[in-house]
C-alpha cells in the first residue's frame, strides 16, 4: 500500500521560495512517475510538474522556468522547489505516486 506524506508549505510573501517535500512509503519514488497537483479554492486540480521513472521532468505553463522537480532516492522522497511565488500559487499541493494521494500541503502566497 502506497503511503504519501506531502510537506513544507506554508505562508510565505510574493517572491519568495519554498521546497516542498512528497515522503513515500510501500513504493520506490523511482520505480514510476510521480506528480505534483494543485488545487486552489473553487477551481480543479491543476498538474504542477511530473519526475518520469528515468529522471525526465515535466512542468506546468504556471510554473515553468521557476520550479525544480527532483527526487532523492535514499529517503524516497521527490521534492518540488518553487521560487518567486505568486500569489495566483495560493493552493493545496498534492503528490501522487501510483494512484494515490498524500493530504496535501498548504501554500498560502500573501503579503
Known amino acids: 500500500q502506497v503511503q504519501l506524506v506531502e510537506s513544507g508549505g506554508g505562508l510565505v510573501q510574493p517572491g519568495g521560495s519554498l521546497r516542498l517535500s512528497c515522503a513515500a512509503s510501500g513504493r520506490a519514488v523511482s520505480s514510476e512517475n510521480v506528480q505534483w497537483y494543485r488545487q486552489a479554492p473553487g477551481k480543479g486540480r491543476e498538474l504542477v510538474a511530473v519526475i518520469g521513472h528515468l529522471g525526465t521532468t515535466l512542468y506546468g505553463d504556471s510554473v515553468k522556468g521557476r520550479s525544480t522537480i527532483s527526487r532523492d532516492n535514499a529517503t524516497n522522497t521527490v521534492h518540488l522547489q518553487i521560487n518567486n511565488l505568486k500569489p495566483e500559487d495560493t493552493a493545496i499541493y498534492y503528490c501522487?505516486?501510483?494512484?494515490?494521494w498524500g493530504q496535501g500541503t498548504q501554500v498560502t502566497v500573501a503579503s
Open positions: 501522487n505516486l501510483s494512484m494515490s
